[in-house]
């Protein structure tokens, strides 16, 4: 009797130990799941400098055309690259002058980065984000929606790259009893949330 609880009590424990091995791989291939990089917006801030060049450091704004100029490497489109991608871009554009230039970019203020909320909201507005929000986030916050908002009719509009725009419908009381948790997207700069 004595061995038989002591079997049973091994076999929970290794049960245990494999359960917590299984739990901590799980949770270590949630961690090396790679992150998009974040791409530049009309609006943002980025700081640009060239090692060993005085003259070469500058805040640019983009352009509403998703432009930069800067000095030598002239006109740049970076609207939707990434900071490294720039770097490599304005990089390119200096060899025709500089021998070797070494290029730092990085992003001094992300204004670009906006999201909006309309409609039947307790406070409608434009949200400007510095981290992934989803559409339950945007309507935490905008206040939330009011007694009137038909809530199974909301529609995120976004435009693709070429300026069409879409519709996409999401049903929040779908997501209140827990299911088609897919409509839950992760929202891109200057998607609108439209609650009606």
Same mark, same amino acid.
């Given at each position: 009797?004595?061995?038989?609880?002591?079997?049973?009590?091994?076999?929970?424990?290794?049960?245990?130990?494999?359960?917590?091995?299984?739990?901590?791989?799980?949770?270590?291939?949630?961690?090396?799941?790679?992150?998009?990089?974040?791409?530049?917006?009309?609006?943002?801030?980025?700081?640009?400098?060239?090692?060993?060049?005085?003259?070469?450091?500058?805040?640019?704004?983009v352009r509403?055309?998703?432009?930069?100029?800067?000095?030598?490497?002239?006109?740049?489109?970076?609207?939707?690259?990434?900071?490294?991608?720039?770097?490599?871009?304005?990089?390119?554009?200096?060899?025709?002058?500089?021998?070797? =230039?070494?290029?730092?970019?990085?992003?001094?203020?992300?204004?670009?980065?906006?999201?909006?909320?309309?409609?039947?909201?307790?406070?409608?507005?434009?949200?400007?984000?510095?981290?992934?929000?989803?559409?339950?986030?945007?309507?935490?916050?905008?206040?939330?929606?009011?007694?009137?908002?038909?809530?199974?009719?909301?529609?995120?509009?976004?435009?693709?790259?070429?300026?069409?725009?879409?519709?996409?419908?999401?049903?929040?009381?779908?997501l209140e009893?827990?299911?088609?948790?897919?409509?839950?997207?992760?929202?891109?700069?200057?998607?609108?949330?439209?609650? =009606?």
């Amino acid at each position: 009797m004595i061995k038989f609880k002591k079997i049973v009590s091994l076999l929970a424990v290794t049960i245990m130990i494999l359960s917590s091995a299984s739990s901590f791989a799980e949770v270590a291939a949630d961690k090396n799941v790679k992150k998009k990089a974040y791409t530049v917006n009309p609006g943002d801030v980025i700081e640009i400098s060239v090692w060993k060049e005085e003259g070469m450091l500058q805040d640019v704004v983009v352009r509403p055309d998703g432009g930069i100029s800067f000095p030598l490497a002239g006109d740049v489109q970076v609207e939707n690259l990434s900071i490294s991608e720039i770097e490599k871009v304005i990089t390119q554009k200096l060899k025709q002058y500089l021998a070797d =230039p070494v290029v730092t970019v990085s992003a001094k203020q992300l204004a670009g980065n906006k999201i909006y909320v309309i409609g039947q909201v307790r406070a409608s507005g434009e949200f400007p984000v510095n981290r992934n929000v989803d559409v339950m986030q945007a309507l935490s916050m905008a206040g939330g929606m009011t007694q009137f908002a038909s809530v199974n009719n909301i529609i995120i509009l976004r435009r693709d790259a070429n300026g069409k725009q879409q519709a996409i419908e999401f049903e929040y009381g779908e997501l209140e009893d827990g299911d088609e948790l897919e409509q839950n997207i992760v929202l891109q700069a200057g998607d609108v949330v439209v609650v =009606p």
